[in-house]
């Protein structure tokens, strides 16, 4: 840097690139330009898609979640100009009181956003207003949970509280499956479940953890797109 004058302000400073540094600031932006954000958010479970699968986001607080996945989201959406070093990026929101939270609503929302980073060892911040949408949907998992989906059923023989409080607490800690229902027959409990792979791993957790013995079977269910479909039955029948 040399002692020189500023090309824009005139100002007798230390120089970047021919400018005074609060001119050098004005000047160059940490953005090049960003992409429309939409996110589309499950009203029953706040569960967000993502290059066209549905992912988990833990937080029970909506605005929270809507945070969470902007930022993940925005990351992406940014385009930086040439020579930045991207530092941080903060979001806050302005978001409508009385929410109304419902399949198929679109909320708008602005996006109060900094973006801090550095061009040459320069230290800028930047502040945006950027309106976004939020699209309340039901996800796969839901609509399949709602319509009392299933693929598989784990038979339980004979009837065992302690299994059967087992297999809900595995369901109800694991993401890619549920219970649709719990049927109560006779000599044990049938359990109707969404997903065949997921009830065949229970069967061999039971009887690793428990004793007793699993067979397996499957029965065709229909046809989609050409191909067979089967539900199967897991049967996990414990020592006499």
């Given at each position: 840097m040399m002692n020189r004058v500023c090309i824009k302000c005139g100002k007798d400073k230390?120089?970047?690139?021919?400018f005074c540094k609060d001119?050098?600031?004005k000047e160059n932006s940490l953005l090049k330009h960003?992409?429309?954000i939409k996110i589309i958010i499950c009203s029953k479970c706040n569960s967000y898609l993502y290059k066209n699968s549905w992912r988990n986001e833990n937080n029970e607080n909506l605005e929270?979640?809507?945070?969470?996945?902007s930022a993940k989201l925005f990351k992406e959406?940014?385009?930086?100009n040439p020579d930045v070093k991207f530092k941080n990026l903060k979001i806050k929101f302005d978001i409508p009181k009385n929410l109304k939270i419902s399949n198929g609503s679109i909320v708008d929302v602005i996006l109060n956003l900094d973006v801090i980073g550095s061009i040459k060892n320069i230290d800028i911040k930047e502040s945006y207003e950027i309106p976004m949408k939020i699209e309340f949907s039901i996800c796969?998992?839901?609509?399949?949970l709602k319509g009392r989906y299933y693929e598989a059923t784990l038979q339980i023989r004979p009837k065992n509280e302690k299994v059967l409080e087992f297999v809900e607490d595995y369901c109800n800690n694991k993401k890619n499956v549920f219970i649709s229902k719990v049927g109560e027959e006779k000599y044990g409990y049938d359990i109707f479940l969404s997903d065949q792979k997921?009830?065949?791993?229970?069967?061999?957790?039971?009887k690793k953890k428990f004793g007793g013995e699993i067979k397996e079977s499957k029965k065709l269910f229909g046809k989609k797109d050409g191909r067979d479909i089967y539900r199967g039955t897991v049967l996990f029948r414990l020592d006499k």
């Open positions: 230390e120089l970047i690139n021919e001119c050098f600031i960003f992409k429309e929270k979640n809507i945070e969470n996945v959406k940014i385009v930086l796969n998992n839901c609509k399949k997921e009830a065949r791993t229970l069967g061999v957790i039971l």
